[in-house]
């Protein structure tokens, strides 16, 4: 059975960092791309990046390009969401999912499994 942990989450200055992991469990991790999501207050669950089954290929919304970076460990069958220069426009419930496709950025939608997420608050 497919399980997804997000950790890493907190309360972060602006201009901060923060790095999420999302560890997996089950089988085949290096068949499944890895998608970020976030949720902010009284907004739709929004697609921010997804890595390619095998890590060779990424994708991020413009909202995040530049300043967030998706990586993953296969021997730590875990997923990395590097986030620099945070902004209050960033706070949110982020979650990592898999089982969808990363050929742009990810929609919620096409992805059936999925963490239960890790708060993420950037305030001063």
């Known amino acids: 059975q497919l399980q997804l942990v997000e950790s890493g989450g907190g309360l972060v200055q602006p201009g901060g960092s923060l790095r999420l992991s999302c560890s997996f469990s089950?089988?085949?991790?290096?068949?499944?791309?890895i998608g970020w999501f976030r949720q902010a207050p009284g907004k739709e669950r929004e697609g921010i990046g997804c890595?390619?089954?095998?890590?060779?290929?990424?994708h991020y919304a413009d909202s995040v390009k530049g300043r967030f970076t998706i990586s993953r460990d296969s021997k730590k069958s875990t997923v990395y969401l590097q986030m620099n220069s945070l902004k209050p426009e960033d706070t949110g419930i982020y979650y990592c999912?898999?089982?969808?496709?990363?050929?742009?950025?990810?929609?919620?939608?096409?992805?059936?499994?999925w963490g239960q997420g890790t708060q993420v608050t950037v305030s001063s």
């Open positions: 999912a898999a089982g969808g496709s990363c050929s742009g950025r990810p929609l919620p939608g096409d992805y059936p499994h």
């Open positions: 089950g089988f085949g991790f290096d068949a499944y791309p």
């Open positions: 890595i390619s089954s095998r890590g060779s290929f990424s």
